[in-house]
């Protein structure tokens, strides 16, 4: 006897990235795995009366999206804060944080997001003096929208300690001005954690600052308030057609709550991987604490096993370390958070744990540094399966190109990352690269036809986090100049690094990121046929069901009802 379908999804376009069966009508889920996949009215004997029927209407239907590099928990939060994307001339910035400022008067810090490195202009950079002429009796900080530098008023470096500058570790700096105090420009986390602790946003951060534990532990009503903010960014990644969450930051906290979500809501509405955020200041003891969490958190929703190290910062504020001095600041490349002998030191116990490492490197150097470690961990303990990863790979160097498939290192980059991109600026960054390393800028093609594996992201909260506008942006990359290659992706190759290539990191590619029978029921059904749109209208393609694990995690249809 045949045994019903749970869903059945029909009169589809589905791209199953199956080489064996690359293209189907029809799909059937069933116990939270795909039962079958077949051609048009071949799947009809498995519909029952308790079948859930989900006609697509020739929209393509794709497996489950895999954001492969973001930030939940922090993303989450911010979500209710100002945002400043779009926003440009002092008049417009003080109009939209008056706006915003109006009704949270008893709020100690008001947080801005997405304010561009030029707001004022090319050759303006935002002071305290500026913000204080917006706001000055309430604290204010304006993130950029790479959440490295942050620009913040008087009231703000007061409540914080920081208008006299602090010590910092290196790769993190207090912009001093003329005056002796602080100008109010804060490059990297050290920098900029104590205006956020000050207002209430350390416990969303602190996967970021410090890989800790929040102390004291929270009351009640603030780990309520937090499953709260966890539960917004899911629902808003599952919004966006993802099932799978693989986060960059992480401490045993976020696994607690999304564990509490699961018990309390009956599963999660995405699958979620968190790291260990090992930062410069700790011993390596505490990769145990990693270890633990591996162990501890190792199921198809909710995992742990990875360490996540920031070897630098970015180009913007010439944090990011090049192997060459900036092209706009001659004699400098750029202090790295870590040393490259203290990172091969880490990267040899994570890898001797069998632990999969996943660092930032944005530089050139850094991403030298980082391929140094991963091969002195190889030829410490022995070659195996480890596919560590690098994130972001802004610049590399022509030597190191081919290093990533020797090594089997994986590439995760983001496609709405490159100046000129989804609206992104080309200034400051192209003048700080450089002409001369243009080529070899968010090099995509370049490393894939090397033969390394490339899984696509967002950064979210650094960067839009839809998946489709993704894809657009690789499809329809342009040259800096007529000289650069090609980097852009065909839209399967785009499709694959949020799918095929997301689960090949996870070393979950025998169970998603294809339409295949026995794997996971991850699909998320589209609003059109994305290979007869152009490439141009890709992002008015909207998800309209997503399903993780057999269950509808979102539905527009519901929403309109």
């Known amino acids: 006897m045949t045994l019903a379908a749970d869903i059945l999804i029909l009169n589809a376009r589905v791209l199953t990235l199956d080489p064996d069966k690359p293209h189907a009508a029809e799909i059937a889920l069933r116990d939270g795995k795909i039962a079958a996949v077949g051609a048009e009215g071949e799947l009809s004997g498995l519909r029952g009366p308790e079948t859930k029927v989900i006609d697509a209407g020739g929209g393509s239907v794709v497996p489950g999206f895999s954001e492969n590099h973001m930030h939940l928990?922090?993303?989450?939060?911010?979500?209710?804060?100002?945002?400043?994307?779009?926003?440009?001339?002092?008049?417009?910035?003080?109009?939209?944080?008056?706006?915003?400022?109006t009704g949270r008067e008893a709020q100690k810090i008001l947080f801005a997001q997405g304010a561009d490195y030029e707001i004022l202009g090319s050759d303006e950079r935002l002071t305290r003096q500026q913000l204080d002429r917006i706001l000055p009796q309430q604290g204010l900080i304006l993130f950029a929208p790479d959440h490295h530098t942050a620009w913040a008023n008087t009231r703000a470096l007061e409540l914080a300690g920081l208008l006299h500058g602090a010590e910092l570790g290196p790769g993190n700096?207090?912009?001093?001005?003329?005056?002796?105090?602080?100008?109010?420009?804060l490059r990297e986390m050290e920098a900029f954690s104590p205006v956020q602790a000050v207002g209430g946003f350390e416990r969303y951060r602190l996967g970021l600052a410090t890989g800790g534990e929040p102390d004291p532990r929270p009351t009640e009503d603030e780990w309520?308030?937090?499953?709260?903010?966890?539960?917004?960014?899911?629902?808003?990644c599952a919004r966006h057609g993802i099932t799978t969450i693989q986060n960059m930051d992480g401490n045993l906290y976020q696994l607690?709550?999304?564990?509490?979500?699961?018990?309390?809501?009956?599963?999660?509405?995405?699958?979620?991987?968190?790291?260990?955020?090992?930062?410069?200041?700790?011993?390596?003891?505490?990769?145990?604490?990693?270890?633990?969490?591996?162990?501890?958190?190792?199921?198809?929703?909710?995992?742990?096993?990875?360490?996540?190290?920031?070897?630098?910062?970015v180009l913007e504020s010439w944090t990011a370390v090049?192997?060459?001095?900036?092209?706009?600041?001659?004699?400098?490349?750029?202090?790295?958070?870590?040393?490259?002998?203290?990172?091969?030191?880490?990267?040899?116990?994570?890898?001797?744990?069998?632990?999969?490492?996943?660092v930032h490197a944005i530089g050139d150097g850094a991403v030298k540094a980082v391929?140094?470690?991963?091969?002195?961990?190889?030829?410490?303990?022995?070659?195996?399966?480890?596919?560590?990863?690098?994130?972001?790979?802004?610049?590399?160097?022509?030597s190191d190109v081919s290093r990533f498939a020797e090594l089997g290192v994986i590439a995760s980059m983001q496609p709405p990352h490159p100046p000129g991109s989804m609206g992104l600026p080309l200034e400051p960054t192209v003048s700080r690269i450089g002409r001369m390393r243009w080529p070899l800028?968010?090099?995509?093609?370049?490393?894939?036809?090397?033969?390394?594996?490339?899984?696509?992201?967002?950064?979210?909260?650094?960067?839009?986090?839809?998946?489709?506008?993704?894809?657009?942006?690789?499809?329809?990359?342009?040259?800096?100049?007529?000289?650069?290659?090609?980097?852009s992706f065909s839209l399967t190759e785009a499709l694959s690094a949020y799918t095929v290539e997301g689960a090949y990191a996870e070393f979950r590619e025998d169970r998603k990121g294809r339409i295949k029978a026995g794997y996971l029921a991850d699909i998320t059904v589209l609003s059109a046929d994305i290979e007869a749109v152009s490439p141009e209208a890709l992002h008015e393609v909207r998800p309209v069901h997503t399903i993780c694990g057999g269950r509808v995690t979102y539905s527009a249809s519901e929403l309109a009802k």
């Not at 001005?177 to 109010?184: H, I, K, P, Q, R």
């Not at 800028?441 to 370049?446: L, P």
Request: proline fraction near 4%; include cysteine.
């Open 73 to 101: 928990f922090s993303g989450s939060a911010e979500l209710v804060h100002l945002q400043l994307s779009g926003v440009h001339g002092l008049g417009a910035l003080t109009d939209a944080v008056r706006s915003y400022a």
């Open 173 to 185: 700096e207090i912009v001093m001005g003329s005056d002796g105090l602080a100008s109010g420009e």
């Open 441 to 487: 800028s968010y090099a995509w093609r370049t490393l894939k036809d090397a033969g390394a594996r490339i899984c696509f992201a967002s950064d979210w909260p650094v960067s839009p986090i839809d998946p489709i506008r993704g894809m657009q942006a690789a499809v329809i990359r342009t040259r800096w100049q007529e000289s650069d290659p090609d980097q």
């Open 371 to 398: 391929l140094d470690g991963y091969q002195a961990a190889r030829e410490a303990n022995g070659k195996r399966d480890s596919r560590h990863r690098v994130e972001h790979i802004e610049v590399v160097h022509a």
């Open 322 to 358: 090049m192997v060459e001095s900036y092209a706009d600041r001659p004699d400098y490349r750029g202090e790295g958070l870590f040393t490259p002998e203290r990172f091969r030191e880490v990267a040899v116990e994570a890898d001797r744990r069998g632990l999969q490492i996943a």
């Open 256 to 313: 607690e709550l999304l564990s509490a979500i699961e018990k309390e809501d009956g599963g999660l509405p995405c699958r979620v991987n968190i790291p260990f955020h090992f930062k410069n200041f700790m011993d390596l003891d505490m990769l145990e604490k990693a270890s633990v969490m591996a162990e501890r958190y190792s199921s198809d929703f909710l995992r742990s096993g990875v360490v996540k190290v920031f070897y630098d910062g």
């Open 224 to 236: 309520r308030i937090d499953m709260e903010v966890m539960r917004r960014g899911l629902d808003y």
